[in-house]
């Protein structure tokens, strides 16, 4: 992965798409430093990036260079414009207190060479999901080009997460997502000239596609690096099929460009069978839970685990996308901070739970039958989209698979719970359950939230806010669980009329 990256922006123009791009995907805990003699363009860049944070094109935004720090709270996340030039050493930042910046919103900071030995230190995160959002430094340096006073070169180096972001912001980066692409990827691996037919885009950036090699259907998963990778797939692969779940076998692969061809499993998902009758999804979810009995009950697998900070990683969408969304302005720090201290809170919970490797997004749009008019039986049972598994509270896949897509009715969680809790080898109660499954669920819808806004005004998906009242009606009633009483306090106070927003969705 480039941890360096160099281009040319022909005129100014093209260095303010560049700042609006690099604010699109903009996240708290940013910090960018912005590099180059008098006159290259960081004012520039800086004032285009503010106002593309803000959504607006005529906002004022004054030099620093005076009074050494501009704030922003007009924008999606709090911005802190820093002029260092006026600055002699790293201990003159003490006194601007940009601590709380560093942690919850956007540092922007010119001249830092000035500042060097008082700048934050990163640490890249050993495990990193694009969806994430995780804060990293940045450092862009704008510079002259030799036979074009007008061009500007911009050179982009980073350690962290922006090296997956430099996919999203550069052109030519990311490897396109083409049909000639998808098709000299069957070719290479010994099936040229084959037809190949979209079936779905995910909400993270792969697609998936179906093409016929003698007779059989397959499906090519395109996830394009350096923003998706494939090695995920191929682990959590490899250890659901140990564990006796059934996946889509991996017919051929290239990490290196991000291809996979896979066995297809069929078009009949979970919810479709479940659909037919309640007592068709009784039998169904059952199966669905022997599954992660299965899991539960041996060793986890060697991935990531969902930690403390990956779960403000996902919370912290609520703040970052949603009440920016509904409220017009940056959430602001210390309410930030409060939402932050209480999801810290509540994980404790989730710590004294019996651990497992959960799919962590186990509903039934990613279960398949694969006879739909066959017996409801593990066999029969295949699970897809698996990629973001996890160790993580047995509670997590339970809370997804009861209550999202296509919740089940209270008789029949009660049931399945019970059934879970039986075939649990581990000893685990059932008042420790229902606070464990509550928050894994508040904590789902949440990210959903802010997932749903981000995919409109960020991506540009269409036709994505829908499950708005869904997600505020799931809300509403976790925060009544005595779990989720931290949450809830701090709902209170930052966003106290969230019971009456979400009654809005519905109409």
């Known amino acids: 992965m ?61 030099s620093p260079t005076f009074n050494l720090m501009q704030v922003y709270d007009e924008t999606r996340l709090p911005v ?15 006194m601007l207190d940009l ?44 510079g002259e080009c030799p036979n074009n006073v007008d061009a500007r070169q911009i050179t982009l180096e980073a350690n962290g ?28 691996q010994g099936f040229p000239n084959q037809a190949v037919v979209p079936t779905s885009q995910d909400c993270s950036f792969r697609t998936y596609h179906r093409t016929v090699i003698d007779g059989v259907s397959h499906v090519v998963m395109d996830a394009p690096p350096p923003v998706e990778k494939v090695t995920d797939f191929i682990t959590a692969a490899s250890y659901f099929q140990k564990a006796g779940l059934k996946v889509p076998n991996i017919i051929k692969q290239d990490p290196e460009k991000g291809y996979l061809l ?8 979970l919810a479709q069978v479940c659909q037919q009758s309640p007592e068709m999804q009784g039998k169904w979810l059952g199966v669905a839970v022997d599954a992660l009995l299965k899991l539960a009950n041996q060793k986890p697998a060697d991935v990531w685990t969902f930690s403390a900070d990956s779960c403000w990683q996902e919370a912290k969408r609520f703040t970052d996308w949603y009440l920016p969304y509904v409220k017009g302005h940056a959430t602001h720090i210390a309410d930030r901070e409060a939402f932050k201290n209480a999801w810290y809170s509540c994980f404790e919970h989730f710590k004294n739970l019996p651990q497992t490797t959960c799919h962590y997004d186990y509903h039934v749009d990613n279960l398949m039958c694969l006879n739909p008019e066959g017996e409801a039986t593990l066999e029969n049972l295949a699970v897809i989209d698996f990629q973001d598994a996890r160790v993580g509270p047995v509670t997590l896949d339970m809370a997804c698979l009861l209550e999202d897509r296509f919740p089940a009715g209270e008789a029949l969680k009660e049931q399945l719970i019970d059934k879970f809790l039986q075939g649990l080898k581990a000893p685990l109660s059932r008042e420790a359950f229902d606070a464990g499954y509550t928050l894994n669920l508040l904590h789902r819808f949440f990210k959903i939230t802010g997932l749903l806004v981000r995919l409109q005004e960020r991506d540009g998906r269409e036709n994505v806010l829908g499950r708005m009242a869904e997600a505020w009606q799931v809300i509403d009633k976790c925060l009544q669980h005595p779990a989720c009483k931290p949450v809830r306090d701090v709902m209170d106070k930052i966003y106290p009329d969230y019971k009456e927003r979400g009654k809005k969705w519905q109409k």
């Open 2 to 62: 480039q941890n360096s990256v160099t281009f040319q922006a022909e005129n100014e123009q093209q260095t303010v798409q560049f700042a609006q791009k690099v604010a699109q995907y903009a996240f708290a805990g940013d910090f960018i430093r912005l590099e180059g003699t008098l006159g290259m363009g960081k004012t520039t860049f800086a004032r285009a990036f503010i106002r593309a944070l803000a959504g607006d094109d005529a906002l004022a935004v004054p």
């Open 80 to 94: 802190v414009h820093v002029d260092a030039y006026r600055m002699g050493d790293g201990s003159e930042l003490e």
């Open 99 to 142: 601590t709380p910046y560093y942690a919850n919103g956007v540092t922007l900071m010119e001249w830092c060479s000035n500042v060097e030995d008082g700048l934050p230190v990163y640490t890249p995160p050993s495990r990193y999901v694009m969806e994430s959002e995780v804060g990293d430094f940045l450092t862009i340096t704008l």
């Open 161 to 188: 997460t922006w090296r997956e972001r430099f996919g999203l912001m550069v052109e030519g980066l990311m490897r396109p997502q083409t049909q000639k692409g998808r098709m000299q990827f069957l070719a290479e």
């Open 262 to 269: 896979l066995e297809d499993l069929g078009t009949t998902s």
